[in-house]
Structure formats: C-alpha cells, structure tokens
C-alpha cells in the first residue's frame, strides 16, 4: 500500500508541474516589466533604436500610455509589432507651443541654427526643452513641442522578464 500512495503522490506532483509550466504569466498593472524595444516612424525611420532593454512597472506613468497599453497582457517571451496613434504617444502638435522670439532674448546663443535645442526652466520648476524651427536676422522661432509630437509610433516589443510584486 505504501508503494501505491507513493505512486498517486508522484502521479500528482507531475501533474501539478505540467499544468504549471502551462500557465503563462501575463504582465498585468503593479507589475514591473523588462522588454527589448524598436520605436519606428510611418516612413521606416528609427528613433529609438531601443540599444539597452527597457524596464518599468505597468501604470506608474514612466512610458507613453500606448507603450503601457502594449505590454498589458503580454507574457515573458511574447512579442508584437503594435502602432501607437499619436493621442496615446506624445499628442499632437500644439500651435500654442511655438514661439517667436527677439534674439537679444537669448544673449547666450551667438550664432542660433535650426535643430538646435535649449534647456531652460519653467515657473514651476518643470525642465523645458525648445527646439529652434526657425532662424531670422532679429527672431528665432521656437518650438517646445515634443520632437515626436502629432506622430503616430510603431514599437516592435518583446517582454523578456514579468515581476510581481508580493
């Protein structure tokens, strides 16, 4: 009789790790994820080539909420190729953003050049970055949209890692 349990026991045991290897982990809210990334525009170009794995937990806001949207669900190993409309991406590119300003504003740039991006600060201490759209003997224009704002965002994604938390 002994045998025979030891046997049923065995028999249990191999059918718990069998119907365990077969449940997938889904990445869900809470969790923090690691994925290996490729961000492209519509016409092929790369703008993130995604050089180093990315990892984030689900819902705190770190990436764009289309990314996050993506991986939900996604298990370790899994990937896809999801397009990111731009309103779940960076937004769209908002008029009210782009300012013309006198070059004596900017004292520190003697020779400003189209592309080029400047740092400063906002009232509330928030980090802005502008990017000169246009150069003129007496104005610069600048733009202080994201760089891939009103852009619609594919991500190659694959989910090399899911922790939960306890």
Not at 67 to 89: H, Y
Not at 111 to 129: A, F, H, K
Not at 136 to 141: A, E
Request: glycine share 10%; net charge negative; with cysteine.
């Amino acid at each position: 009789m002994n045998h025979m349990k030891r046997i049923i026991l065995i028999i249990g045991l191999v059918g718990l790790v069998v119907s365990a290897a077969g449940c997938t982990v889904k990445a869900k809210a809470g969790d923090t994820v690691q994925v290996e990334y490729k961000g492209t525009l519509a016409d092929g170009t790369v703008f993130d080539p995604g050089a180093q794995p990315l990892t984030f937990t689900l819902g705190e806001g770190r990436v764009i909420a289309g990314f996050d949207d993506a991986v939900t669900g996604m298990g370790i190993g899994e990937s896809k190729t999801v397009t990111i409309p731009a309103a779940e991406a960076y937004g769209p590119v908002r008029p009210e953003l782009v300012e013309k300003i006198n070059r004596s504003e900017i004292p520190s740039i003697r020779d400003p050049e189209v592309g080029q991006q400047l740092q400063g600060t906002s009232p509330d201490g928030r980090v802005i970055t502008a990017t000169i759209i246009e150069v003129t003997d007496k104005t610069v224009t600048l733009d202080q949209n994201h760089t891939l704002a009103g852009k619609d965002l594919t991500f190659y994604i694959k989910v090399l890692e899911i922790v939960q938390p306890h």
